[in-house]
């Protein structure tokens, strides 16, 4: 009897040692090559060109972190950035330049939500990871299992945050909103996500189910704004992105409108508070990141970034958002996939190698990052909501 609970003992044994063996050498597995290739699509020109580049300087100081420290098995990163012009079809071209030219293993980007709407179901087509790092319109992850990812929050979780520091701030009962329908989550934002958010907290929407109406990179807006005065709403809310809201705030001023604004993530891109000086003091958001974050992660993020800066040096990108941020811990989740799953980089791999990293990140819920910690199951952010305000001439992140 005792032979025999020996023997099973030993079997049992030899069982675990070969499964623990296998997982360790998969995690250890030699990378081949003499390069990792990882894709970013991202505008680098167009209408979120200042943005697109700060994105593509955090996924460039995510490459540098890793090389310096002997890149993944002594094999180094390197980043192939091209340039989705702020445009859907663009950006299309692009993950497929990246896909069959640069061999990429994953792709950081797209920004823009309707450049996702695009690039989305051709990564599921290509087999390819592509993780955004500002997308936010709620769905269009779930929409597109697996390959597609998103490292940021969708808006609505935003925007639940950002309403009721708002209201609490300026005591709104009554709020208009104005959105573009132009853009897909500037559209998302003003029709459905901020609508519901103001209702769940008690207020108004004096704008029903008809918001004010504009498209992106419109230059006028003095019809919207004589309509909103003429409602006289306590706040106004923004489906807009950055640019856009930085106008319209600008006429409301010009018109004689003292009423707060308010929106969500997409209005913090654009340079809105240096532009906007005093007329847009006031005005909230929400995000996930700021620079005044001095944990050790953010601080070596920080300190990354300002080296990283040196490939697109400017004005609007001497200094760090969310984005870039975003970006950063991308890069990072891939180089755990490549690493907890045995990517081989051999060009005969490639389809499977795309494929683990995608199944890894799938699961992924523990990841230690500057501002991330995973995807939840249908391949959205998992992360913490900061509400915003303008104080002079920055983002400050309300305490109240």
Not at 8 to 15: D, E, S, Y
Not at 122 to 141: D, E, F, H, T, Y
Not at 207 to 232: C, E, H, R, S, Y
Not at 335 to 343: F, P, S
Request: with cysteine; proline share 4%.
């Amino acid at each position: 009897m005792d032979r025999k609970l020996r023997m099973v003992m030993l079997v049992l044994f030899c069982i675990v040692g070969l499964t623990l063996l296998g997982q360790a050498s998969a995690s250890a597995q030699a990378i081949a090559g003499k390069e990792i290739r990882i894709g970013a699509a991202l505008c680098i020109s167009g209408h979120g060109a200042n943005v697109g580049k700060r994105e593509a300087i955090g996924a460039q100081a995510a490459v540098d972190v890793v090389n310096a420290a002997g890149g993944v098995s002594k094999v180094p990163l390197k980043l192939y950035i091209e340039d989705t012009a702020s445009n859907p079809q663009e950006a299309v071209n692009v993950v497929r330049k990246l896909v069959a030219d640069s061999k990429a293993l994953a792709i950081v980007g797209p920004h823009y939500s309707s450049e996702a709407e695009a690039t989305f179901p051709l990564g599921n087509k290509l087999k390819i990871v592509q993780i955004c790092v500002a997308s936010s319109k709620p769905g269009l992850s779930a929409a597109n299992r697996p390959y597609a990812f998103r490292n940021t929050l969708t808006e609505d979780k935003v925007a639940g945050a950002v309403v009721k520091a708002f209201k609490k701030r300026y005591a709104i009962k009554r709020v208009a909103i104005i959105t573009d329908i132009k853009d897909a989550v500037s559209k998302s934002v003003g029709t459905l996500v901020l609508p519901a958010a103001f209702k769940a907290e008690g207020v108004e929407v004096i704008t029903g189910t008809d918001p004010v109406t504009f498209q992106t990179n419109d230059t006028q807006f003095a019809a919207q704004i004589t309509k909103l005065k003429a409602m006289n709403p306590d706040g106004v809310g923004m489906g807009a992105l950055g640019p856009d809201a930085l106008n319209i705030i600008t006429e409301a001023r010009r018109q004689g409108m003292t009423q707060p604004f308010m929106s969500t993530a997409p209005i913090m891109e654009g340079e809105v508070p240096e532009l906007g000086g005093k007329a847009v003091e006031g005005t909230f958001s929400g995000t996930i990141w700021d620079r005044s974050d001095d944990s050790p992660k953010s601080k070596k993020f920080k300190a990354a970034y300002d080296k990283a800066v040196r490939i697109y040096p400017g004005e609007f990108t001497k200094l760090p958002d969310y984005y870039p941020v975003n970006a950063y811990d991308a890069v990072f989740m891939i180089v755990e996939a490549i690493q907890k799953k045995g990517v081989t980089n051999k060009p005969a791999d490639l389809e499977k190698d795309r494929a683990k990293i995608m199944e890894y990140l799938t699961t992924l819920r523990n990841f230690d990052g500057v501002a991330s910690r995973g995807f939840n199951e249908v391949g959205d952010g998992v992360k913490d909501v900061q509400v915003y305000e303008i104080k002079g001439g920055q983002w400050v992140r309300v305490k109240d």
